[in-house]
């Protein structure tokens, strides 16, 4: 999975960690390795933790992702005990973490369903969020630049993480947001991960969308009962996510009764899709003057 890693890295570290800690960088997690990706820790450094996930999460430093990790449980093998802890507390059924940073090593791997679902716990917390959506930023002397391209060329991306190695190859998940709702994809052992992602999420948006097909308050979605009270129909919010196709083949279905004597509205809102039932509501009832 490579550096894709360090999202459950980040989200066990703030288990423990606050974003506004300071830490001392420890000789442990200083990578003197030019080829390695890093944000450039020494030894000794006074480095807020908020920094430490930028520069895990952007330039994707695996020297950020040791410091977190030693500081959050004071060594590295304890830390990633508690990554795989989490994983199988959290159904990630494929998923093993031999390191905190993703480099290639014998029984580190995940699936892309597992990634999907880490990924989705990530930008459920605000702070990482924003940080993976963050294309660039210098924060406390660091010049840290996202390696996610499609934050800067794909129009509503807003993460979450790449990674690279030989033997993952090029890995991405990736989070864009349209007025059709939400998409996020996970590319594995790609030859070109920004490309594939790019064409998986335009295929989301082209082919499926969110619609709220629940009876709004509409002077059209109105019933007058047998006494002459005329009542305005609506029911809660009614999210469906289908193919685009599908839109005109849904069919809506108003079921009402007066209940005598008093001629009490009730009723039930229906929607369905050739045999199958989508939706089903009760009618709220609306007196007008």
């Known amino acids: 999975m490579a550096s894709v890693t360090k999202l459950m890295t980040v989200l066990v570290a703030l288990e423990t960690l606050s974003p506004d800690d300071v830490i001392t960088v420890p000789d442990a997690a200083v990578i003197h390795d030019a080829s390695s990706a890093r944000m450039g820790l020494r030894t000794g450094q006074q480095v807020h933790v908020r920094t430490l996930l930028y520069g895990a999460l952007l330039p994707s430093g695996n020297d950020a992702a040791l410091a977190l990790a030693i500081a959050a449980a004071g060594d590295e093998a304890s830390f990633v005990a508690k990554m795989n802890e989490r994983a199988q507390e959290w159904g990630l059924t494929q998923t093993h973490f031999v390191n905190p940073h993703g480099l290639d090593a014998?029984?580190?791997?995940?699936?892309?369903?597992?990634?999907?679902?880490?990924?989705?716990?990530?930008?459920?917390?605000?702070?990482?969020?924003?940080?993976?959506?963050?294309?660039?930023?210098?924060?406390?002397?660091?010049?840290?630049?996202?390696?996610?391209?499609?934050?800067?060329?794909?129009?509503?991306?807003?993460?979450?993480?790449?990674?690279?190695?030989?033997?993952?190859?090029?890995?991405?998940?990736?989070?864009?947001r349209r007025q059709e709702g939400d998409v996020l994809t996970v590319v594995l052992n790609s030859p070109?991960?920004?490309?594939?992602?790019?064409?998986l999420m335009d295929y989301y948006f082209r082919h499926w969308l969110w619609v709220d097909?629940?009876?709004?308050?509409?002077?059209?979605?109105?019933?007058?009962?047998?006494?002459?009270?005329?009542?305005?129909?609506?029911?809660?919010?009614?999210?469906?996510?289908?193919?685009?196709?599908?839109?005109?083949?849904l069919r809506p279905l108003r079921i009402i009764q007066f209940e005598e004597p008093s001629l009490q509205p009730t009723g039930l809102y229906q929607v369905w899709f050739g045999d199958e039932k989508k939706v089903e509501l009760p009618i709220h009832f609306q007196p007008l003057p």
């Open 106 to 176: 014998p029984g580190h791997y995940a699936s892309a369903r597992d990634l999907a679902q880490l990924a989705r716990r990530a930008l459920a917390n605000p702070t990482i969020a924003e940080i993976v959506a963050t294309p660039a930023i210098t924060i406390e002397g660091f010049k840290l630049k996202n390696t996610n391209q499609l934050l800067t060329t794909y129009p509503g991306a807003y993460g979450v993480k790449t990674g690279t190695t030989d033997h993952a190859g090029q890995v991405l998940i990736g989070a864009a």
């Open 213 to 249: 097909v629940g009876l709004r308050r509409d002077v059209l979605n109105r019933v007058t009962a047998p006494n002459g009270v005329t009542y305005l129909l609506y029911t809660q919010a009614a999210p469906l996510f289908i193919q685009r196709w599908q839109l005109l083949e």
């Open 192 to 199: 070109n991960r920004f490309d594939e992602t790019a064409r």
